[in-house]
């Protein structure tokens, strides 16, 4: 399979008690592999590269992750199964979940109408409510962290940056996330609570329905952008109520105390929601088009 331009050396090969037999996803860090277990299960393998096992921060992130997604049980989060090591090379096995990521629905873009956005968003805040309960930060919600599996469900993964507040504090002077995404205390490298993760999904909603990120340029600009610089009005790039924009506003206040109070509050006030009116039909010859399907 050629992936990249590059042939992935280990499709079709045995890894351990694994068959690898496709690539799902390839990160900076770490590929991920579709596989058949010994027996029979199939299962996704996340392996680090080698140049990222030379890291030992790297290594120390990755075993993190092991011990943030094992202890979560959730039917809109991902879980974890097992972390190990074969011919120098560490991996993580996985549930597999059939579909794609948000992100991949989108690109490029393509925005979903209000009931989605706020369907998908009340699953995302379920799933976060029960990352927050066993004290986790995920510190990087963001479209292509979350995958749209084909039962329906939204589902977050890669804990790859999560922060566990019962463990060792982040580096000082270290941003933690995506800069189209994060925080404004994300931004500006300062503690971090479950709001930060509230933030997040207001972004992720903002694409979701207007197509854009709230914010674009360099990462220092979008750094300052997240701290300083406004929200822009949804109202004036998606076809969407007041009700909904001014809930993304709160999630995305500067202030973190601005911001709904935890997860379980978002998933309530989504689902809250008055009904958006129904998509308005393309005029002229796109309109005729599809009502002839």
């Keep these: 399979m050629q992936l990249g331009g590059e042939t992935d050396v280990w499709i079709g090969r045995r890894f351990g008690t694994y068959e690898i037999d496709d690539v799902l996803g390839r990160g900076g860090v770490a590929i991920v592999y579709r596989a058949v277990r010994s027996d029979g299960e199939v299962v996704a393998l996340k392996v680090l590269t080698p140049f990222a096992v030379a890291r030992r921060e790297v290594r120390e ?13 959730h039917p809109n ?6 972390y190990d090591e ?7 096995e996985m549930e597999l979940i059939p ?18 956005a706020v369907d998908l968003g009340a699953q995302i805040a379920d799933g976060l409510a029960h990352v927050h309960e066993h004290g986790i930060v995920h510190r990087d919600i963001k479209p292509t962290n979350v995958l749209l599996a084909d039962d329906g469900r939204a589902v977050v ?7 566990a507040v019962d463990g060792p504090a982040p580096a000082e002077g270290r941003v ?3 800069p189209f995404w994060l925080s404004p205390e994300q931004a500006r490298s300062e ?3 479950a709001r930060a993760d509230l933030y997040s999904l207001g972004a992720t909603l903002f694409r979701i329905v207007s197509g854009r990120a709230p914010f674009y340029g360099e990462r220092t600009d979008l750094l300052h952008a997240h701290c300083s610089e406004p929200v822009p009005d949804l109202r004036e790039l998606a076809s969407v109520t007041g009700p909904f924009v001014d809930l993304v506003e709160r999630l995305m206040a500067k202030d973190r105390d601005d911001r709904p109070s935890d997860a ?5 006030l989504l689902r809250d929601l008055p009904e958006p009116p129904p998509p308005e039909e393309p005029k002229g010859v796109l309109g005729r088009l599809r009502r002839k399907r």
Excluded: C, M
Excluded at 77 to 82: F, P, T
Excluded at 264 to 268: D, L, R, S
């Design 157 to 163: 993964f890669d804990f790859g940056l999560a922060w």
């Design 99 to 116: 579909g794609e990521t948000i992100g991949d629905r989108l690109a490029p873009s393509r925005r979903l109408d209000e009931a989605t």
């Design 61 to 73: 992130l990755f075993e993190q992750e092991w011990e943030i997604t094992r202890r979560l049980d």
């Design 77 to 82: 989060v991902i879980h974890a199964n097992r």
């Design 176 to 178: 933690y996330g995506s």
């Design 191 to 193: 503690p971090v609570d």
């Design 86 to 92: 074969y011919r120098d090379n560490i991996y993580l």
């Design 264 to 268: 379980k509050e978002v998933a309530a």
